[in-house]
């Protein structure tokens, strides 16, 4: 148990659609990483935040936003659902705000299909 | 353009022999590199990690090994054990960028009885 939580572990929706994904870092990590996992591309990294504000982004769509709430809970918005969007999404949490010499905790996931 | 390469899908061991995984890399502004491991239903899992200052990183049965000029790593289980069987990635990251980490494609290790 790495001590990241993620909710829901499944989720099945519409195209159209707008859902929301939560993660709650390990104690003490104040860095959220968000990263998709589809069968073609592999584990990508979208977005992180660290203590409340945005860090860094990779190929995070403009469909799809996050934020980090002082409790240090972060949410994935993903509006607009597209059949491509099914995938793991994946969470991570580390202490510092980079992730050099830093590792990255990893949650279990959450399933995301779009019918 | 994929960043970090992992050019074997799938490898097979025998149990008690040594399991090589390799890595492959084309940005030169990578300094970091991990290894995570990935069980069907769960996150990755933390392995180990290399610094680009050094070429070598051991962590019991898991050794790292990292050539800058060939911009290739590679992860030794020894031995290997039925519990190894697993997904492994292969991650980098530049330090001053933050960007969050450059996964492989990961290369599922298969150890047999």
């Known amino acids: 148990d790495s001590g990241v939580t993620q909710t829901p572990k499944h989720l099945i929706t519409a195209t159209g659609q707008r859902v929301t994904l939560r993660c709650s870092p390990r104690s003490g990590d104040l860095s959220v990483y968000w990263y998709q996992q589809s069968l073609d591309q592999g584990l990508q990294f979208l977005i992180q935040y660290y203590n409340g504000e945005e860090r860094a982004k990779g190929n995070i769509l403009e469909r799809f936003s996050a934020q980090q709430f002082p409790d240090l809970h972060s949410e994935l918005n993903l509006s607009s659902l597209e059949l491509g969007d099914s995938a793991l999404y994946f969470c991570?949490?580390?202490?510092?705000?980079?992730?050099?010499?830093?590792?990255?905790?990893f949650g279990p996931g959450t399933r995301l299909t779009v019918l | 353009d994929q960043q970090v390469k992992q050019n074997s899908p799938s490898l097979s061991v025998q149990e008690g022999r040594i399991s090589i995984l390799n890595c492959d890399y084309t940005n030169s502004m990578f300094d970091y590199f991990l290894w995570y491991k990935k069980y069907p239903a769960e996150g990755p899992t933390f392995l180990i990690s290399i610094s680009s200052i050094k070429d070598k990183n051991e962590d019991g049965r898991f050794t790292v090994f990292l050539n800058k000029s060939a911009k290739h790593l590679s992860l030794h289980i020894v031995p290997s054990q039925p519990g190894d069987s697993a997904v492994y990635f292969c991650a980098a990251t530049d330090g001053g960028g933050a960007d969050g980490l450059t996964f492989g494609k990961g290369t599922h290790l298969i150890i047999q009885p």
């Open positions: 991570a949490s580390s202490l510092l705000g980079r992730p050099s010499y830093n590792e990255q905790f």
